[in-house]
């Protein structure tokens, strides 16, 4: 009983000691953060509406490094609610010389208490010109296919939208042919695939878009090979003068492509050309035809490959 009793007290002893240093340590804490105190912060650089025929060529840095003046409660507070922030009034972004430590405190628009004392860089180079709107296609980066066996694309892959409007300096839109659009790897490929995509955000600052993401369909299905008989054979450009007579009037063709596809198609969407210069220019007495044909398919044979003729008047 003694035993418990002792053990007890000291419990006590504990938590009287274990409060009193917190509220030692408090009572530190709050004299000490009541003091004066100076800290580096890496502050947003904001922008105002610009000229509405003007954009920047060249992008400025997304932070100013600001030394601030302030009490340690005031400090705290306001770098965790994040609420420091460099504005540039719209009315000076024009080409030329920004002094970063010019009106300091009016361009931070700080609380009372907190006193603005540096800012670096202490110059900014501004370089402006004038605005348009530029229209370019989309361009995909990274993408990488790989199939399962018998299977393939059956058509090309497709962006939706597949172009983006752009708006910057005419310097800076000038030299963009296209806007990239990040894709990934894909293995195994067996169906059809339909994904969001995200457009890539370079330039940033100094380039606007339309648009943020576009769709990517990849076409995917089963492949098989499939012969189409008797495609009837023309010759283009004959001259009313001249007749050209063929050794065979169609030819069979062998083509790849989608069991779904494959399946729209029959021998009347297949022609076989001959051009009547390409006759008059060979020498050997047979010529090879060209093939217009679905693009989803792919040529594989044409049998005969080439077709003997003879021209006369």
Excluded at 33 to 46: I, K, N
Excluded at 69 to 75: K, N, R, S, T, V
Aim: net charge negative; proline share 5%.
């Amino acid at each position: 009983m003694t035993a418990t009793i002792h053990n007890a007290m000291l419990k006590d002893r504990y938590h009287i000691l274990l409060g009193s240093f917190l509220v030692a340590a408090a009572f530190w804490f709050s004299v000490t953060m009541s003091g004066t105190f100076r800290a580096h912060y890496d502050v947003p650089l904001v922008t105002g509406r610009m000229p509405a025929d003007l954009a920047l060529e060249t992008p400025l840095p997304q932070t100013v490094d600001v030394l601030l003046e302030a009490d340690g409660w005031q400090l705290l507070f306001i770098n965790a609610a994040k609420q420091l922030a460099y504005e540039i009034p719209g009315a000076q972004m024009r080409s030329g010389i920004i002094l970063t430590n010019r009106g300091l405190n009016e361009m931070m628009q700080l609380p009372g208490g907190i006193k603005a004392l540096r800012a670096y860089p202490e110059t900014l180079f501004v370089s402006v010109d004038r605005e348009i709107t530029r229209r370019v296609p989309l361009r995909l980066e990274g993408l990488s296919m790989q199939f399962k066996e018998g299977f393939g694309l059956v058509r090309e892959v497709q962006l939706t939208p597949d172009s983006i409007t752009l708006r910057g300096a005419r310097s800076v839109l000038g030299q963009i042919d296209s806007w990239p659009v990040q894709a990934k790897a894909y293995t195994d490929l067996s169906i059809a695939i339909a994904e969001d995509l995200p457009v890539k955000d370079t330039l940033r600052s100094i380039v606007r878009r339309d648009i943020n993401r576009v769709e990517l369909y990849i076409p995917t299905e089963q492949l098989a090979d499939m012969w189409f008989r008797d495609v009837r054979v023309l010759v283009r450009h004959l001259p009313a003068d001249r007749e050209v007579l063929l050794e065979r009037q169609t030819v069979d063709v062998s083509v790849r492509g989608g069991v779904n596809v494959l399946s729209l198609y029959s021998s009347d969407d297949f022609i076989a050309e001959i051009e009547f210069k390409d006759i008059v220019a060979d020498t050997s007495g047979s010529i090879i035809p060209s093939l217009q044909f679905p693009a989803e398919l792919r040529l594989l044979n044409i049998e005969p490959p080439a077709i003997r003729y003879t021209m006369r008047k």
